[in-house]
């Protein structure tokens, strides 16, 4: 049965030598070699020679240079190459930190300068924003195909005690950013307490289409090695490739954001009997959709889940979710899940309040910025700036996730950063960007805007600006003109106001 798996993968893992110090894909090459680990760009990769890929990328990156405990950045796409960057890095016992490929130049410019990093790892398609960014920095940027080139191998892990394995950003670039220092443990806790909740098949198979820079993907690559399971990698969301995949890979599994699981129940009306979950999480999920999902015979896992805390939180599995609308079910084993008022008091159930996390898969901190950590960690709880309640049975409802932040098709969009880029603009004098409902996307990104007194633009020309600063997710798509923005008794915008325009 799939609790049995998972309880001897676990006790596997826990036996002997401290599993956080071993090196996780040499270990489970060495288990099981002939296990399928990796289809991906039209190939497969068993473990044993996905081992060995990985050795020699581990080999060229410490022959470039590249030594246990640097932060190296990386630019690149879900691919092949990509996962073997993730392992070899872990080989090295390099931090690395992947970056979000639909950042502008700016954005990214900001980013590296945060991490102080001196090396820059790319793939073809962003060879050209990676050589620019790497002059205007003056980094040491590396094609991955070069990498893959190298005849150096190194067979086993250099840092025998690693800490952390990437700094994954949370944010853009306006203001300080935020990166999150996740640590092996955290990985290796968070594998553990998904497999106690959702089962391990033997067999199984896990569609991959978050990217890389989201702590989905790079909790799915790690998972699957403590698993000895595969991954179905695709390199983006695209519903015909999809498809394939789930009539032709025999999938089991899948990770999908609200939007993605829309377009697949249009797109779908039969799905395969190897599907047994999909585990919908990175944005609040409508009612209609579940239950368009439960007619249709999709068994939809909602959970909660959030960077700083190594992905999932809780979930709440396919056969509870008729009975518990809008849960996204108890907190998975180890962790500790809250919900407390603005003195940190514990709420009784129903009583809506900040959501606190507690166990070992939360974050080591953020990245160079003590202040925030001091705030996000306190009295021993991660303090999520997330609202809502949990009820009687300690199941987890999620009202509003993280106060302002938009969710738009799985991306967090700050509205703040968002109106500072707009701000910028000479013509324009105030701006308030807010979520919009939308049934496709979950919200879309909404600006009300006060031109300057002799300003003069339109919704054309103030997009085109938007699009040379922004990424394409955080672009506003819906806009209103208007003399003033409305205030509040106390003198600030009355962001619930502008919200309630773009609903009418």
């Known amino acids: 049965m799939g609790d049995d798996l998972a309880h001897r993968m676990a006790g596997d893992l826990l036996r002997g030598p401290d599993p956080l110090g071993a090196d996780w894909l040499a270990a489970r090459a060495a288990a099981s070699p002939d296990a399928l680990a990796l289809v991906a760009g039209g190939r497969r990769w068993r473990y044993g020679a996905l081992d060995r890929a990985v050795s020699a990328m581990a080999g060229a990156l410490v022959l470039d240079g590249m030594l246990p405990g640097q932060t190296v950045a990386a630019l690149v796409a879900n691919s092949p190459a990509a996962v073997f960057l993730v392992h070899a890095a872990a080989r090295v016992g390099l931090i690395l930190a992947p ?61 025998p005690e690693p800490a952390v394995q990437s700094i ?55 998972r699957s090695v403590l698993y000895g399971t595969a991954v179905v990698l695709q390199e983006r969301f695209d519903v ?18 609200p939007t993605m699981l829309y377009r697949l129940l249009e797109a779908r009306s039969t799905w395969p009997d190897s599907l047994r979950l999909v585990l919908l999480g990175g944005a609040a999920s409508s009612p209609e959709l579940l239950e368009a999902a439960q007619r249709a015979g999709v068994p939809v896992a909602p959970t909660y889940g959030l960077t700083e805390a190594a992905s999932q939180v809780a979930t709440l599995p396919p056969d509870e979710v008729a009975a518990h609308p809008g849960s996204v079910g108890r907190p998975l084993l180890f962790t500790q899940v809250a919900v407390v008022d603005e003195a940190g008091e514990r709420l009784p159930p129903g009583a809506y309040g900040e959501i606190v996390v507690r166990g070992p898969t939360v974050m080591a901190g953020y990245y160079e910025n003590e202040a925030a950590t001091a705030r996000a ?90 699009r040379r600063e922004l990424a394409g ?32």
Request: net charge negative; proline share 5%.
């Open 99 to 159: 970056l979000n490929t639909r950042l502008a130049a700016p954005e990214l410019a900001g980013q590296l300068r945060h991490l102080g990093t001196s090396w820059l790892l790319y793939d073809g398609p962003f060879a050209a924003v990676a050589e620019s960014l790497a002059r205007q920095l003056e980094l040491e940027a590396r094609p991955l195909a070069a990498l893959e080139a190298e005849s150096s191998w190194l067979t086993e892990r250099i840092s």
């Open 168 to 222: 994954l950003f949370t944010s853009g670039t306006s203001g300080a950013p935020k990166g999150v220092r996740l640590t092996y443990a955290n990985h290796f806790w968070s594998a553990a307490a998904s497999a106690f909740r959702l089962g391990l098949h033997p067999g199984e198979r896990w569609l991959s289409v978050l990217p890389l820079h989201h702590v989905g993907g790079m909790a799915i690559l790690f």
């Open 240 to 257: 015909d490739a999809f498809d394939a995949a789930l009539d032709e890979e025999a999938i089991t599994m899948t990770s999908l954001v």
């Open 377 to 466: 960690l306190r009295g021993g709880w991660l303090h999520t700036g997330d609202i809502g309640y949990l009820d009687d049975g300690g199941r987890l409802y999620v009202v509003q996730r993280r106060h302002d932040v938009i969710s738009s098709g799985g991306e967090k969009v700050y509205p703040t950063e968002v109106e500072a880029v707009l701000r910028r603009h000479p013509a324009v004098a105030a701006a308030c960007v807010v979520g919009a409902p939308d049934p496709e996307w979950g919200e879309q990104v909404a600006a009300m805007v006060v031109l300057a007194e002799d300003g003069a633009l339109s919704e054309a020309q103030l997009g085109d600006y938007c």
């Open 473 to 504: 997710y955080k672009l506003p798509r819906r806009w209103k003109f208007v003399d003033a923005l409305p205030q509040t008794a106390s003198g600030t915008v009355a962001r619930a106001e502008v919200a309630a325009t773009f609903t009418n």
